[in-house]
């Protein structure tokens, strides 16, 4: 131990004796450090960390799968899972929850809109967790018609209630309907997603029949029972209800999920790449320290050769400079992680969206000990080989002044391998932030079907409770619209219920008429959307043929639909589809038949970078929906938000105006995985370029400096300024030009994992490759030039004196 305290403070008068050396070795490492540890704290937060719920591991998620239609996970049926519940024994118990929902608050002060859900009896348990007020839910009240009671979220309670212990037994109104307190949720928990309210699911199978299929399930494995054992049950189960209910079941399986793994699976791929990325940029960065340190030892030759002559062991001299090589390493470590707290807040601030409540990013003992162990290795990884090498001296010529060592053409054969190994670890970087950055910039520009720019959009949800009768609802949205319309800027205005790009939507079965009727378990799922007249042009939708809905599309009016391009194309590709007639639901029901009047541009509804399925739009008058989101088109779009709100004030003070947004916004947000991953890629791309090119000009400064002498023979010999040039360019661009070969090699080979991240560009393009390559070169140029131009103003005589 006293060896190693005399290693370390040795270490440290050296390195304090030699401040540029340990600045740039300090900072090369950190931003290295700092980079991995950013990205392995999300990895942690998101992959590695437990979810906040006890003994999570053995929650899954249950869906309905529909292969026959191509639907490889959807929705489940109530009557499905009331089977399961009552017919399984691989689950301590099941749960249904209601996607995603809102509830307006009303009462006492401004109405509120609040993201909540509907469960059912038994959840709480099943996730176990208890409130910390009051109780949960108990049978009776998970039944139609005595479902009244409601439970709060902490944050909720915190906020709308000042957190008074009194709240359980109070009643507040939702969605228009009084509801009783009865309890209080702890502080952090949320389910399914970031919701602050729970209500009873309150369903019988008479008010929602198998052919709905509108719910979530959850469940708890049995102790000792497997996802395989559980999945293969659950196939039991529902070839079993499929012989049971033809009519409704038919094709109609059952997928069992790790609820981790379908939290975390849209990241997984993505979090794991970008921590390889880092990785490479770390291995750039130990390179360029291993140069520098190679190049420290070479010039403390003869302090080796010094020690080795008053007794020193080669082990002595190896020990103390991988001591010295771990000290740089571990101040790094202390640095990147000052960054990485840094790079977590920067990451974070360009995530346009709330993130999920169980994400959680800080750097807690795994992410420190992570940073401790990359450090560790780091520093053996770039002070192992300059140790050995650095320390192989000859006495003789060591002790000579002026003397040059044997193993100088070694060191040298070394810092340029180590130069091709940069540069070719920069070119995979650099090929995978440019294929990540094509990417992005292609689904930007990709057609979604509709003007994004200069509309704003915001949601109006009624009261089921208060707004009861159709023509109520219907009179209520024409009258917001005209008066929405009126503002001052306003071109055109209507109302849906689906808005492009923000989710939601549903789908039915569609029945053409004059094809051949197929059963329920073949017939082909169609996007539903739900508008007002004026739709399309303020969206700026294209109408292909026909019309658009009007004021005459009444509920007494004929049935009719709009199909879009894709649609028309399939079922009517030689001739026009107006007035042909469809209808939804399964081909049993003999649901009212459509007549088509207008086709349309096909719309990209979920994602920029997969086309939703074929759509139908539907008028509102004929479809009543209670909740549909305006979209107004505007000069100064945003402006409105506060006129549209006092608008919705004055016909009902009671409803609040949920999620005003521009479509700007909601695009913007729709890409931002794309755009993060476009960043992150670009930015370490950068700084491994720019690693590459430090390495390159610190060999090629080290290698004039160490030829000084012959440069000036050269020069007193007759040679030119541009002969001096084309030797020292020309060494280090043969060496680039080897790492540019084997990165081309490691990147065609590395790419193909971006193959499911990327979108209208292939993980081998061309283009890339070669703009990548050249982009290098150039820069490996650069970095070669300014000590060449240094070479050519040594003055052969004082070159001469050299030593």
Same mark, same amino acid.
Not at 186 to 212: A, Q, S
């Given at each position: 131990?006293?060896?190693?305290?005399?290693?370390?403070?040795?270490?440290?008068?050296?390195?304090?004796?030699?401040?540029?050396?340990?600045?740039?070795?300090?900072?090369?490492?950190?931003?290295?450090?700092?980079?991995?540890?950013?990205?392995?704290?999300?990895?942690?937060?998101?992959?590695?960390?437990?979810?906040?719920?006890?003994?999570?591991?053995?929650?899954?998620?249950?869906?309905?799968?529909?292969?026959?239609?191509?639907?490889?996970?959807?929705?489940?049926?109530?009557?499905?899972?009331?089977?399961?519940?009552?017919?399984?024994?691989?689950?301590?118990?099941?749960?249904?929850?209601?996607?995603?929902? $809102?509830?307006?608050?009303?009462?006492? %002060?401004?109405?509120?809109?609040?993201?909540?859900?509907?469960?059912?009896?038994?959840?709480?348990?099943?996730?176990?967790?208890?409130?910390?007020?009051?109780?949960?839910?108990?049978?009776?009240?998970?039944?139609?018609?005595?479902?009244?009671?409601?439970?709060?979220?902490?944050?909720?309670?915190?906020?709308?209630?000042? !957190?008074?212990?009194?709240?359980?037994?109070?009643?507040?109104?939702?969605?228009?309907?009084?509801?009783?307190?009865?309890?209080?949720?702890?502080? *952090?928990?949320?389910?399914?997603?970031?919701?602050?309210?729970?209500?009873?699911?309150?369903?019988?199978?008479?008010?929602?029949?198998?052919?709905?299929?509108?719910?979530?399930?959850?469940? @708890?494995?049995?102790?000792?029972?497997?996802?395989?054992?559980?999945?293969?049950?659950?196939?039991?189960?529902?070839?079993? =209800?499929?012989?049971?209910?033809?009519?409704?079941?038919?094709?109609? !399986?059952?997928?069992?999920?790790?609820?981790?793994?379908?939290?975390?699976?849209?990241?997984?791929?993505?979090?794991?790449?970008?921590?390889?990325?880092?990785?490479?940029?770390?291995?750039?960065?130990?390179?360029?320290?291993?140069?520098?340190?190679?190049?420290?030892?070479?010039?403390?030759?003869?302090?080796?050769?010094?020690?080795?002559?008053?007794?020193?062991?080669?082990?002595?001299?190896?020990?103390?400079?991988?001591?010295?090589?771990?000290? =740089?390493?571990?101040?790094?470590?202390?640095?990147?992680?000052?960054?990485?707290?840094?790079?977590?807040?920067?990451?974070?601030?360009?995530?346009?969206?709330?993130?999920?409540?169980?994400?959680?990013?800080?750097?807690?003992? @795994?992410?420190?000990?992570?940073?401790?162990?990359?450090?560790?290795?780091?520093?053996?990884?770039?002070?192992?080989?300059? &140790?050995?090498?650095?320390?192989?001296?000859?006495?003789?010529?060591?002790?000579?002044?002026?003397?040059?060592?044997?193993?100088?053409?070694?060191?040298?054969?070394?810092?340029?391998?180590?130069?091709?190994?940069?540069?070719?670890?920069?070119?995979?970087?650099?090929?995978?932030?440019?294929?990540?950055?094509?990417?992005?910039?292609?689904?930007?520009?990709?057609?979604? %079907?509709?003007?994004?720019?200069?509309?704003?959009?915001?949601?109006?949800?009624?009261?089921?409770?208060?707004?009861?009768?159709?023509?109520?609802?219907?009179?209520?949205?024409?009258?917001?619209?005209?008066?929405?319309?009126?503002?001052?800027?306003?071109?055109?205005?209507?109302?849906?219920?689906?808005?492009?790009?923000?989710?939601?939507?549903?789908?039915?079965?569609?029945?053409?008429?004059?094809?051949?009727?197929?059963?329920?378990?073949? &017939?082909?799922?169609?996007?539903?959307?739900?508008?007002?007249?004026?739709?399309?042009?303020?969206?700026?939708?294209?109408?292909?043929?026909?019309?658009?809905?009007?004021?005459?599309?009444?509920?007494?009016?004929?049935?009719?639909?709009?199909?879009?391009?894709?649609?028309?194309?399939?079922?009517?590709?030689?001739?026009?589809?107006?007035?042909?007639?469809?209808?939804?639901?399964?081909?049993?029901?003999?649901?009212?038949?459509?007549?088509?009047?207008?086709?349309?541009?096909?719309?990209?509804?979920?994602?920029?970078?997969?086309?939703?399925?074929?759509?139908?739009?539907?008028?509102?008058?004929?479809?009543?929906?209670?909740?549909? $989101?305006?979209?107004? @088109?505007?000069?100064?779009?945003?402006?409105?938000? *506060?006129?549209?709100?006092?608008?919705?004030?004055?016909?009902?003070?009671?409803?609040?105006?949920?999620?005003?947004?521009?479509?700007?916004?909601?695009?913007?947000?729709?890409?931002?995985?794309? @755009?993060?991953?476009?960043?992150?890629?670009?930015?370490? &791309? *950068?700084?491994?370029?720019?690693?590459?090119?430090?390495?390159?000009? !610190?060999?090629?400064?080290?290698?004039?400096?160490?030829?000084?002498?012959?440069? *000036?023979?050269?020069?007193?010999? !007759?040679?030119?300024?541009?002969?001096?040039?084309?030797?020292?360019?020309?060494?280090?661009?043969?060496?680039?030009?080897?790492?540019?070969?084997?990165?081309?090699?490691?990147?065609?080979?590395?790419?193909?994992?971006?193959?499911?991240?990327?979108? %209208?560009?292939?993980?081998?393009?061309?283009?890339?490759?070669?703009?990548?390559?050249?982009?290098?070169?150039?820069?490996?140029?650069?970095?070669?030039?300014?000590?060449?131009?240094?070479?050519?103003?040594?003055?052969?005589?004082?070159?001469?004196?050299?030593?």
């Amino acid at each position: 131990m006293e060896t190693l305290l005399k290693d370390i403070r040795y270490g440290v008068r050296n390195l304090l004796k030699h401040p540029t050396f340990a600045i740039t070795a300090l900072l090369t490492l950190a931003i290295g450090i700092g980079a991995n540890t950013t990205i392995f704290s999300f990895v942690n937060g998101i992959l590695l960390r437990p979810l906040p719920y006890p003994d999570s591991e053995r929650l899954v998620v249950i869906n309905e799968t529909a292969h026959k239609r191509g639907i490889p996970s959807m929705s489940i049926s109530f009557p499905n899972f009331l089977d399961w519940r009552g017919q399984n024994h691989v689950f301590e118990d099941i749960s249904a929850y209601g996607l995603s929902s $809102s509830f307006s608050l009303t009462g006492a %002060g401004e109405p509120e809109r609040v993201r909540g859900s509907s469960v059912s009896q038994g959840t709480f348990e099943l996730l176990r967790v208890t409130p910390i007020l009051g109780r949960t839910f108990t049978t009776e009240e998970d039944r139609p018609k005595t479902d009244g009671v409601v439970i709060l979220g902490h944050d909720l309670w915190q906020r709308r209630f000042a !957190g008074n212990a009194q709240v359980v037994g109070q009643n507040l109104i939702l969605n228009n309907r009084p509801r009783t307190v009865i309890g209080v949720m702890p502080p *952090g928990f949320k389910f399914p997603e970031n919701h602050e309210l729970w209500v009873p699911l309150g369903l019988d199978t008479t008010m929602y029949p198998r052919t709905d299929h509108g719910l979530s399930s959850i469940a @708890r494995l049995k102790d000792g029972v497997s996802l395989a054992q559980a999945q293969s049950e659950m196939d039991v189960i529902a070839r079993r =209800i499929e012989e049971q209910n033809p009519v409704t079941n038919e094709g109609l !399986g059952v997928l069992v999920t790790s609820l981790h793994e379908v939290l975390t699976g849209d990241y997984r791929k993505a979090l794991l790449i970008l921590l390889g990325v880092v990785g490479f940029v770390l291995l750039v960065a130990s390179v360029n320290v291993a140069n520098l340190m190679l190049a420290r030892t070479s010039a403390r030759q003869k302090e080796f050769a010094v020690r080795s002559a008053l007794g020193a062991s080669r082990w002595r001299i190896i020990r103390q400079t991988l001591t010295e090589s771990l000290l =740089i390493s571990l101040l790094g470590a202390g640095l990147g992680l000052l960054l990485a707290i840094w790079g977590i807040k920067l990451v974070l601030a360009l995530i346009p969206i709330k993130l999920p409540f169980w994400m959680n990013f800080n750097l807690d003992l @795994r992410v420190l000990a992570f940073t401790i162990g990359v450090s560790l290795l780091t520093a053996l990884s770039f002070g192992t080989v300059p &140790a050995i090498l650095g320390t192989r001296v000859d006495l003789n010529q060591s002790l000579k002044e002026g003397g040059r060592s044997a193993l100088a053409s070694v060191r040298h054969r070394t810092r340029g391998f180590l130069v091709i190994a940069e540069v070719a670890l920069a070119l995979m970087v650099l090929v995978g932030a440019g294929l990540m950055m094509q990417s992005f910039l292609r689904l930007r520009n990709v057609g979604a %079907g509709f003007s994004e720019k200069d509309v704003l959009t915001f949601s109006v949800i009624l009261p089921q409770a208060k707004y009861t009768e159709a023509p109520q609802r219907g009179a209520f949205f024409r009258q917001l619209l005209e008066r929405v319309s009126a503002l001052p800027g306003v071109e055109a205005a209507a109302a849906t219920s689906t808005v492009p790009l923000k989710g939601g939507g549903w789908g039915r079965s569609l029945t053409v008429e004059g094809f051949p009727v197929l059963s329920v378990g073949q &017939a082909p799922m169609i996007q539903h959307t739900v508008t007002t007249p004026g739709y399309f042009q303020t969206m700026g939708i294209p109408i292909m043929a026909g019309r658009a809905f009007n004021e005459w599309d009444t509920a007494d009016a004929e049935k009719v639909t709009i199909i879009d391009e894709r649609l028309a194309r399939e079922y009517w590709p030689n001739e026009s589809p107006i007035g042909k007639r469809v209808r939804f639901g399964p081909p049993e029901d003999n649901e009212p038949w459509h007549k088509v009047v207008g086709v349309v541009g096909a719309v990209r509804h979920q994602r920029l970078d997969a086309e939703t399925r074929k759509s139908v739009y539907l008028p509102h008058l004929q479809v009543p929906v209670n909740g549909l $989101s305006l979209v107004v @088109r505007a000069r100064n779009a945003s402006s409105l938000v *506060g006129a549209v709100r006092a608008q919705v004030r004055e016909m009902d003070p009671d409803l609040p105006v949920n999620e005003p947004m521009l479509m700007e916004e909601v695009v913007t947000q729709s890409v931002w995985q794309s @755009r993060l991953y476009a960043i992150l890629f670009s930015v370490f &791309a *950068g700084v491994a370029m720019l690693l590459a090119a430090i390495g390159i000009y !610190g060999v090629m400064s080290y290698s004039v400096t160490q030829r000084t002498q012959e440069i *000036g023979i050269r020069m007193a010999l !007759g040679a030119q300024v541009k002969d001096v040039l084309q030797l020292i360019v020309r060494g280090g661009l043969a060496l680039s030009l080897v790492g540019v070969a084997f990165g081309l090699v490691g990147a065609f080979a590395l790419t193909r994992l971006l193959q499911t991240l990327l979108f %209208g560009v292939t993980p081998t393009d061309a283009t890339t490759f070669i703009a990548v390559s050249l982009m290098l070169l150039f820069v490996a140029l650069l970095a070669c030039y300014i000590p060449a131009r240094r070479a050519t103003r040594v003055d052969p005589l004082e070159a001469l004196r050299y030593e």
